[in-house]
């Protein structure tokens, strides 16, 4: 079994060992993830602050352009194109580790939302919230969470 599927921060890829959580939905994006740890959870935090503190920045400098110039299109047409590139950039605040399908004790499904219920690399029960999952991921799913309960 090989898929993958789209959530709102980014995919979800499934093969038959591991479930990954990816920014583009490539698989040779996956050779390299994390179980799901404190570490993983620590570098996905950092990449997420990285991304969520560049409209801070966009209006500070958007700001000190307006003061300084007299034309105001200017600051605006960068602020613009500098929002563009965040709404961009966002997908990369998606989340970027495995979870290995023999550490998975369920799924809750809810409309577009999945909670996974899984034990992390430490041993201790843990869960992941996916927003937004397309229909062809709750089917997939749904489908896994009846393997998981059969064995």
């Not at 994006?29 to 990449?47: A, C, V």
């Not at 998606?94 to 430490?122: C, H, M, Q, W």
Request: aromatic letters at 14%; glycine letters at 6%.
């Amino acid at each position: 079994m090989k898929e993958y599927f789209k959530y709102s921060n980014g995919y979800v890829n499934i093969n038959d060992e591991n479930l990954f959580l990816t920014n583009s939905g490539n698989w040779s994006e996956t050779h390299d993830l994390l179980e799901k740890s404190p570490k993983s959870i620590r570098k996905n935090d950092l990449k997420s602050l990285k991304i969520y503190s560049l409209p801070f920045i966009i209006v500070c400098i958007g700001l000190l352009m307006y003061s300084k110039l007299d034309n105001v299109f200017i600051p605006f047409a960068f602020s613009g194109s500098c929002f563009g590139a965040y709404l961009y950039l966002k997908r990369e605040t998606g989340k970027r580790y495995k979870i290995p399908i023999s550490k998975i004790t369920s799924f809750e499904i809810y409309d577009e939302k999945v909670k996974v219920l899984f034990k992390n690399a430490s041993g201790v029960d843990d869960f992941e919230e996916i927003f937004r999952v397309e229909t062809k991921g709750i089917a997939i799913l749904e489908e896994l969470n009846l393997q998981l309960k059969i064995n």
